[in-house]
């Protein structure tokens, strides 16, 4: 089964935790991903739809993820180049989050098929912001 996991760069352990099964971010983030070599899913549409039109979130910080298990050296640079600051990763979620809740019937028609997509969004959000207040780099990754 598919599982992110989220890494904070502190010395402490950081307390909040998944809050359930992440098979459904980590579709998500691939398939949002994907959308800028035509992916076509719904979770690509959904991307596209909270970049676009009234929401306008940069994805970038949410879409900065990587493979957990590097096969060769270039896997292992881009493990450590997904670094990044928590607070731009905290603000992305946020907004994500928002527009979820405020989501059309289209959108709730995705978040039906994927229901734990938002609450992990959400986790990543909490996470971040944990993060963010300790001045920590973050990083996201998978396992397939």
Partial sequence: MPTAFFEADTP??????????????????????????GA??????????LRGGDHK????????????????PADTRELERVWQDAAPLAECCRRVVEALDRGDAGVLRTLERYPDLRDRIDDVRRMAEWAAARGARVRITFEL
Wanted: glycine share 4%.
């Fill in 40 to 49: 076509q899913h719904e979770l690509t549409s959904l991307a596209l739809r």
């Fill in 12 to 37: 402490e352990f950081c307390p909040i935790v998944f809050g359930g099964d992440t098979a459904d971010l980590v579709y998500f983030l691939s398939f949002a991903f994907s959308a800028r070599y």
């Fill in 57 to 72: 979130i940069d994805l970038t910080p949410l879409l900065t993820f990587a493979d957990r298990n590097p096969e060769d």
